[in-house]
């Protein structure tokens, strides 16, 4: 399972004609940089594991500092070139048995498809890709964060070499192709900061269209798990201005690789049955 891909926040496919596609594409071209390209390929190559089982810590913070906590398991596993996940919520009550169940598609036509299950109402509800770019579960993370973003949907210009605590990384800008990727996944560019040791993206930013609100995701914990670079911490945090609006921040412990994890784990039938 490509777990980099449910936080890189500027990087999934929304639908357009071809002719729409093509026209945007040749006009696009030309702020399109080879260079910028070719990291974001080796970004989206990356080993990052399979059948993986792990337990997640979400904690909200709202702007006058009040915490909320959430436990999470998770399970995730490649089918073929395809990619599933799901979660259900454990703690605290209001949310236990709360599940979330993703299919993130590797083919660039095909939408990735994503339901919620909510106990209280006993049913499963299908994420539709007009709600893409609404709160996951009261984070600063959108659904669309929740799945990858198809390379041909962005135009890269490479900005400058950095570093980032003591890292040495490119920054990435990432221009979304159509209107339709705009309004998936609610930004209208982002900037992105990959580690030149390993192709890690460690940092983003995201230019809200909604608000023109800032949206910035920190990776604090990045560890080498059975030869895997995994992400340990994350934080994003929405700002306005210089005001920090909210922040989440998701905790991830017990990770495993390698776990025997059967396909019919990852079915809508299982998301309403629970763990």
């Not at 920054?171 to 339709?180: A, Y």
Request: charged share 30%.
């Amino acid at each position: 399972m490509k777990l980099k891909k449910v936080f890189c926040t500027a990087l999934s496919l929304s639908s357009c004609s071809v002719l729409l596609y093509s026209s945007l594409f040749s006009a696009s071209a030309i702020a399109d940089d080879a260079k910028a390209r070719a990291i974001m390929e080796k970004v989206d190559a990356r080993d990052d594991g399979d059948n993986q089982i792990s337990d997640m810590e979400m904690i909200l913070i709202d702007k006058r500092g009040k915490q909320r906590v959430r436990k999470i398991h998770s399970l995730s596993k490649d089918i073929g070139e395809d990619s599933y996940r799901i979660m259900f919520f454990q703690e605290p009550a209001d949310v236990r048995n709360t599940g979330f169940l993703t299919y993130d598609y590797d083919d660039a036509s095909k939408d990735d498809d994503q339901w919620l299950y909510l106990p209280a109402l006993k049913k499963s509800k299908r994420i539709s890709t007009s709600d893409k770019s609404g709160s996951f579960m009261g984070s600063d993370f959108s659904y669309s964060d929740m799945t990858s973003r198809d390379l041909g949907d962005y135009d890269f210009t490479f900005k400058k070499e950095m570093e980032v605590n003591g890292v040495k990384v490119w920054v990435i800008e990432s221009v979304p192709r159509t209107e339709d990727v705009i309004k998936e996944t609610g930004s209208t560019k982002g900037m992105v900061f990959v580690r030149q040791d390993n192709y890690v993206a460690i940092r983003s930013i995201s230019w809200l269209k909604k608000g023109k609100k800032l949206k910035y995701m920190d990776m604090k914990g990045l560890e080498l798990i059975d030869g895997i670079w995994t992400p340990t911490e994350i934080h994003m945090t929405t700002k306005s201005g210089k005001i920090t609006e909210h922040k989440s921040i998701l905790k991830f412990t017990n990770i495993k690789f390698n776990q025997p994890l059967d396909k019919d784990k990852f079915s809508v039938r299982r998301l309403e049955k629970g763990l």
